[in-house]
């Protein structure tokens, strides 16, 4: 069976099985049903970042990784607010799982740019940058980091609206990172393969191929007892 959607204003249509859209959206995908009327949703967004979509609907992963950073970051940018829109929570995670294979340089700090810092650490996007740049600081210097933000960084840190949000944003990612750093458990946040960043309802999380299940309560209660025995031992 076969669906039209239109896309804004502008003179788009598209012709989707119902099928992929109830695989990869749950908005779409719930309204979805042979007996409903026609559903309609405000897609809006551009005839370009749409055909990426269906793209995407069709291709899987390969299409996000056709972006070329920086060049792309809002094209990148505007398909993420739509899969927001749409609760393609699969395309949101498989935009950050594709951030995690890209190396550390300016891209990072054009992205914190086009993503906006009003919206800083509501987007899981935002929040992954940022424990990168934590983890970039902690590990390798503020010189080294500064060398690789280049003119991006110094000019996002003279600007007023970027300013404040960013180093609060950053300084807080940082006082985490230093703590790891001590306990020696500081991870660089792109060989991560966990959930940690992914957006996901319950049943989908179980369904990821990157979820690892917390270990069981059980244990962390007998280091904790351990713990108390020592210092019982040195009294
Ligand atoms: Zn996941």
Redesign the pocket.
Known sequence: MRRTWHSGTLDATYHLPSSLLRKHTNLLGKSCNTDDPLPKVDIDASPDTFSDFVDWLYRGPEVIRIYRLPYDVNSYRHLWELADRLQAEELR?QMLDNLQNLPFDDNFISILRSFGIARMGTTALVDYVCDKLAYEIVEKGWAQFIQVGGKSWDDMMRTPIYCAPLTKRVMEKLDGAYILKEQGTLEDPATQM??KW?E?TKKS?LE?P??QPEPPRKKAKAVAAEWIQLDDASE
């Open positions: 995670n966990t959930c992914h996901h999380k990821c990157r979820y």
